[in-house]
């Protein structure tokens, strides 16, 4: 079983859509969390973090859930620009730590 | 920001050949990192390291070695290049567990 699982997708919206992903973990004592927009042929960069009280950010809300394992990304009012791959990142482990990303959800956001 | 370098955007290689590829970070982080990503697969960790002559092993560091002789200087060396090597090269850096990891632009290497 993979460390990170995500639905590779493609998710397919029209824009104005609300789209959801979702990404499960199985290292019950994975301690952060986050995250990570992958635009074509350029590398990851940092979308948000996810806390365990929820974190919302303008258009995006991410939630974690520890006691089922996994995270969550909510996009609303879907824009072109947010077309890219979504990549689900959790930290594991303590002193030297794992930083372990799902392979990554493809979004399409269509006008 | 953090500036992450990596040494070459494209390499080509013979098979058999020994490879090296070099990542370089301007600040004082500790946690470095080597990803190879492939379609499909997503980054997969092949080593990382927390300190100076540190390293550990990630999920997938069969055919690969790594060096961290400064902080700012993390080499991921492939002993024996082969076809199944050819693959995206992604090296990563964080201060510490709950913050951002920052990338380079990515080395792509194709081993022929």
């Known amino acids: 079983r993979k460390e990170v699982e995500q639905d590779p997708g493609p998710f397919n919206v029209p824009e104005g859509a609300t789209v959801a992903f979702n990404c499960t973990y199985s290292n019950s004592a994975s301690q952060s969390f986050f995250w990570y927009r992958q635009d074509c042929r350029k590398e990851p960069k940092l979308l948000m973090s996810v806390y365990s009280s929820g974190n919302e950010d303008g258009r995006f809300t991410a939630q974690l859930n520890r006691a089922s394992q996994y995270i969550s990304l909510l996009i609303r009012d879907s824009k072109l620009s947010d077309s890219a791959t979504y990549l689900c990142?959790?930290?594991?482990?303590?002193?030297?730590?794992?930083?372990?990303f799902g392979a990554g959800t493809r979004l399409f956001v269509k006008a | 920001d953090v500036k992450v370098t990596q040494s070459s955007r494209y390499l080509v290689k013979r098979t058999g050949e020994k490879v090296f590829l070099e990542c370089v970070q301007d600040?004082?982080?500790?946690?470095m990192f080597w990803y190879r990503q492939d379609p499909g697969l997503g980054l997969r960790l092949i080593y990382f390291s927390y300190d100076v002559k540190m390293k550990e092993k990630g999920d997938i560091p069969e055919g690969y070695s790594v060096s961290r002789e400064k902080k700012e200087r993390f080499s991921l060396i492939l002993e024996s290049a082969s076809t199944n090597q050819t693959s995206m090269y992604l090296c990563?850096?964080?201060?510490?567990?709950?913050?951002?990891?920052?990338f380079g632009q990515g080395t792509r290497l194709t081993v022929v």
């Open positions: 990563a850096v964080s201060r510490e567990m709950n913050t951002e990891a920052f």
């Open positions: 990142v959790v930290n594991t482990g303590t002193g030297g730590f794992k930083t372990i």
């Open positions: 600040m004082d982080h500790e946690n």
